[in-house]
């Protein structure tokens, strides 16, 4: 069965703090595709990365960062520095064989000032 | 601007009454699909469509409805409203093809049935 996992239901930190955000996938597809949106207190969903199955390099992006181990099926986010802007509900979702997202539960992260 | 549209954006229902979502999308894409989002649970989806005149069930379709006509609209309907359905709605598109950068979600529906 396809399915996202994110464990941490919320997690609070003091700004400044680094924060990692995790996520564990299952799927049966050899190609496949994962995401991370980030969701506002305003509700809107903000695409943040696509990652595709065959690259497993780590991306940077300012501060933000992803690790993908296909080895432990993890799709790991980290926000480094962390800021009050940065508080938000984080999804992390699966794309499968036939174009449907499968989402995680999402991870509320309340950053402190 | 281009991007995805959903109309209403604040609902308020009675039990038994029926009403319909509209998505409208000016990119072009191919697959279209609406989700719904409760606390805790993440964005399940509903009902999609991978092209014009056709759809399939998601993972919780029972109580709706939906229909694509014409390529960049996409209805939800509710035909006899439940409490059950209050709820966050969401319409999201993608294209096909080679250049996919991620799918682009509408800013929600708020429903509510009382």
């Known amino acids: 069965a396809q399915k996202v996992t994110q464990a941490q239901t919320e997690i609070s930190v003091v700004e400044k703090e680094d924060v990692t955000l995790d996520c564990v996938y299952e799927?049966?597809?050899?190609?496949?595709?994962l995401f991370w949106y980030k969701q506002p207190p305003s509700g809107e969903l903000v695409f943040l990365i696509r990652?595709?199955?065959?690259?497993?390099q780590n991306e940077i992006s300012g501060r933000y960062s992803w690790n993908f181990q296909k080895s432990t099926s993890s799709f790991n986010f980290t926000i480094t520095a962390s800021q009050v802007v940065d508080s938000a509900v984080y999804f992390c979702?699966?794309?499968?064989?036939?174009?449907?997202?499968?989402f995680g539960s999402g991870t509320r992260l309340l950053v402190r000032p | 601007n281009a991007g995805v549209t959903q109309t209403p954006k604040f609902r308020v229902l009675k039990t038994g009454q029926s009403m319909t979502l509209l998505c409208a999308q000016d990119?072009?894409?191919?697959?279209m699909y609406w989700y719904r989002q409760d606390p805790g649970m993440g964005l399940r989806l509903i009902h999609y469509s991978v092209g014009e005149g056709t759809t399939a069930k998601g993972e919780v379709p029972d109580g709706y409805n939906v229909s694509r006509l014409k390529k960049q609209n996409f209805l939800l309907g509710l035909e006899s409203a439940a409490p059950s359905q209050t709820s966050v709605y969401f319409c999201?598109?993608?294209?096909?093809?080679?250049?996919?950068?991620?799918?682009?979600f509408g800013s929600g529906t708020r429903l509510t049935v009382v």
């Open positions: 990652r595709n199955s065959f690259d497993e």
């Open positions: 999201a598109s993608v294209g096909s093809g080679p250049i996919n950068y991620g799918y682009t």
């Open positions: 799927t049966r597809d050899t190609t496949y595709y």
């Open positions: 979702a699966l794309e499968d064989s036939s174009y449907k997202l499968i």
């Open positions: 990119m072009n894409h191919e697959y």
